[in-house]
């Protein structure tokens, strides 16, 4: 079960990723202001990712560009205009002098983003590189100083990272280092700082039993916690082993709550609208996970549970409303596509 973005999306996702990278403001600055001299426009502490709202949004909505082209631009499915203009905006935004100031931002404030956006970073990296053109290297090359500060941020880190952060939204940490695992490589990361992550997971999670997956979802998850981990250790054990401790950390996964797609009473609502994300993303770790399955009931099950999912989320992708169109697209990428870098 290992889908391909379909073509359909190809024009619909670019329009959206297109007009939010480049859209400063509604803005929410992840930033800590010491003085009134850094009363800044965003554009001038992210000049490489200043749109969409957010930083993480405005990187990973640059990741479903650079995806966009990797997929479509040699079918002709992504027209040659639309194809055009996503180039001039990526030469525009993934320059050496823009990225070199997000990376010394990122340096400056080794919080910031972690490991969310650091993640998507990485993605995005990985990203430029396998789309295996001159103006892809190039943007890799642009984003290498970035991504090498995120594995020196990564390895300050993790040692310190006694806990893991489990809660369905930004901060969680299998999904940040699930989506490194899947990135690291490709982007430039060395071997240590990947073996690191893997360990950390491994350390976190492998005691894990009884997920109560009753408490799922939060009023405002874009994330499963009980599923984001699962993912995060297929990345992690082997097949056999990985199977076990699913049925120890999920047992009777067949009659969980987990299959059934939320109640989203209020699409437009910031915090309950993130619940729209949360379809996407457990149709994307339902999907993965039952990859690692043999055939059998769990596995289809949770095959239906994504398709399910995918049925909820995927209308309110592009709905007019910037509070979901600034970011929705790229998890139904993630749900339709196969993962980061890949």
Do not use: K
């Not at 709202?53 to 499915?77: E, I, N, Q």
């Not at 901060?171 to 071997?191: H, K, Q, T, V």
């Not at 405002?220 to 699913?246: H, I, N």
């Amino acid at each position: 079960m290992s889908p391909t973005l379909p073509a359909p999306y190809a024009v619909p996702f670019a329009e959206l990723a297109l007009a939010n990278v480049v859209r400063e403001y509604p803005n929410a600055p992840a930033h800590l202001y010491t003085g009134p001299a850094e009363l800044v426009a965003p554009r001038t502490l992210h000049p490489a990712f200043y749109g969409a709202y957010d930083w993480h949004s405005t990187v990973h909505m640059h990741w479903l560009l650079v995806r966009l082209l990797r997929r479509f631009a040699a079918t002709g499915d992504l027209p040659a205009a639309v194809t055009t203009r996503v180039h001039e905006v990526l030469n525009s935004h993934l320059t050496p002098e823009n990225l070199a100031v997000e990376a010394a931002y990122l340096r400056g404030r080794p919080h910031f983003e972690r490991p969310y956006g650091w993640a998507w970073l990485v993605a995005l990296a990985a990203e430029c590189r396998a789309l295996a053109t001159p103006e892809g290297d190039r943007w890799a090359d642009a984003l290498a100083p970035a991504v090498t500060t995120v594995g020196d941020l990564l390895t300050d880190w993790l040692p310190r990272a006694t806990y893991p952060i489990r809660h369905g939204i930004h901060p969680n940490s299998a999904f940040g280092l699930g989506l490194i695992l899947d990135a690291g490589e490709r982007a430039g990361l060395p071997r240590p700082v990947l073996d690191a992550v893997a360990e950390r997971l491994r350390t976190w999670f492998a005691p894990d039993h009884d997920a109560p997956t009753h408490w799922e979802p939060s009023g405002q998850d874009f994330l499963s916690p009980a599923l984001t981990e699962a993912d995060a250790m297929r990345r992690v054990l082997p097949v056999q082993q990985f199977r076990t401790w699913l049925a120890t950390f999920l047992p009777g996964l067949t009659d969980s709550p987990l299959l059934t797609p939320p109640v989203i009473s209020d699409p437009s609502d910031p915090q309950i609208g993130h619940l729209l994300g949360l379809t996407l993303s457990r149709a994307a770790a339902l999907r993965t996970i039952a990859d690692a399955l043999d055939e059998g009931p769990a596995r289809t099950a949770l095959t239906a549970s994504a398709e399910a999912h995918l049925a909820v989320g995927l209308p309110a992708v592009s709905s007019g409303d910037f509070n979901t169109d600034h970011w929705l697209a790229t998890f139904a990428a993630l749900a339709l596509d196969t993962p980061p870098g890949h």
